[in-house]
């Protein structure tokens, strides 16, 4: 059977993408064969003949070999904006069943799928739908991002109940500083640790020995 990982953040920058390219590959270091997923980017450039958002194309670069771009990120917008906004732009309705056939063709060729968000947990979809409502159908076990600045205990705190009130496990968190803040990040991770109720996978560096990671996957 397959095994996805979904990851999301406290909010848009908080570092997923960092996070799921360090998994993937810590995972083909390992040996297993695992592959990115990026259901929905907002944020095309010009690439070749097409359009290519930056955070799939660093996903499809770290996955194994056997997914085209276009598998990994199934749904794209030119607009850097919310994506239900940039899909009203262009007169599109985001439909979650595109998601989800997209997932399962990709969870039958890898034994790991890490699927990374856009934006925060509950980034909306289109008019009714949220990105947490349609993670927590799919039943995955969340990674959340914290980006350590001024607000983050707010942010992620709220971001941990929203996942959790969803009857997602919330399978661990992430300490992302990217300053090399210190002292007040390290209160920041103490308060976090002693919160979340969920373990601290990586603090700062984002490059986990496979020894690692293949131990908590197993463990979600």
């Known amino acids: 059977m397959s095994q996805t990982l979904f990851i999301t953040g406290t909010d848009t920058d908080a570092g997923k993408t960092v996070v799921s390219v360090a998994l993937l590959r810590a995972l083909a270091a390992a040996g297993v064969p695992a592959c990115g997923f990026k259901p929905v980017a907002s944020g095309g450039e010009p690439h070749g003949d097409a359009l290519a958002n930056a955070d799939a194309l660093a996903m499809h670069a770290a996955s194994a070999a056997g997914a085209s771009l276009e598998e990994i990120n199934p749904v794209?917008?030119?607009p850097a904006?919310?994506?239900?906004?940039?899909?009203a732009r262009v007169?599109?309705?985001?439909?979650p069943a595109v998601l989800s056939q997209a997932h399962a063709l990709l969870a039958r060729r890898f034994p790991v799928v890490v699927a990374e968000g856009a934006g925060g947990w509950l980034t909306p979809l289109n008019d009714t739908l949220l990105l947490g409502d349609w993670v927590a159908a799919q039943c995955w076990p969340v990674l959340?991002?914290?980006r350590l600045k001024l607000g983050?205990?707010?942010h992620a705190l709220l971001t941990a109940e929203a996942i959790q009130r969803r009857g997602v496990t919330l399978a661990g968190w992430v300490a992302n500083d990217p300053q090399g803040a210190g002292?007040?990040?390290q209160g920041m991770i103490e308060t976090l640790s002693a919160r979340l109720g969920a373990p601290l996978w990586v603090q700062r560096g984002f490059e986990p020995a496979p020894a690692e990671v293949l131990p908590r996957l197993l463990a979600c």
């Open 76 to 78: 794209l917008f030119e």
């Open 81 to 87: 904006i919310a994506p239900h906004l940039a899909a």
């Open 91 to 95: 007169g599109q309705c985001i439909d």
């Open 144 to 146: 959340l991002v914290v």
């Open 152 to 154: 983050c205990l707010n």
């Open 183 to 185: 002292a007040e990040c």
